[in-house]
């Protein structure tokens, strides 16, 4: 009894004297955190991406598992940018095909170069001309 006294106020002691371990205030409870266990933006947009899956349409990569005994695994999911992926980029890859046709007009040649600005100068000219007052006399003879 006298062994289990002395033990118990041991213990009692030890207890009083013992200080907490210090961590990091936003630690989470983690001694030593490290980057891996950091949150990522893919998991804050996790719930937004659930919900929007039809509009988003994002790539998943689920993690491979192979064997008995396998390696580190990854999770990734990327969301496609609908407005750039269905829009712009499928615009401006047709605008630069047609403007690769217009690209030939400017060959160095200067023949070519002022038979355009003639054509340019007769329909600005042609704009100015009354052609609803003309129009309306043909009709009319």
């Not at 033990?7 to 205030?25: E, I, K």
């Not at 991406?49 to 695994?73: E, Q, S």
């Amino acid at each position: 009894a006298l062994v289990a006294l002395a033990g118990a106020v041991f213990l009692a002691r030890r207890r009083a004297h013992a200080r907490a371990p210090r961590a990091a205030t936003w630690g989470c409870g983690y001694a030593a955190p490290t980057p891996r266990i950091q949150y990522t933006a893919s998991s804050f947009a996790a719930t937004l991406t659930r919900l929007f899956r039809g509009v988003l349409r994002p790539d998943t990569h689920p993690p491979r598992v192979d064997g008995p005994l396998p390696g580190p695994a990854r999770f990734a999911e990327h969301p496609r940018d609908a407005v750039l992926d269905g829009a712009v980029v499928p615009l401006f890859a047709r605008a630069g095909r047609a403007l690769a046709r217009v690209r030939q007009l400017q060959s160095g040649r200067v023949q070519l170069y002022l038979l355009l600005l003639f054509v340019a100068v007769l329909v600005l000219l042609a704009s100015t001309l009354p052609i609803g007052e003309l129009l309306e006399g043909l009709w009319k003879s």
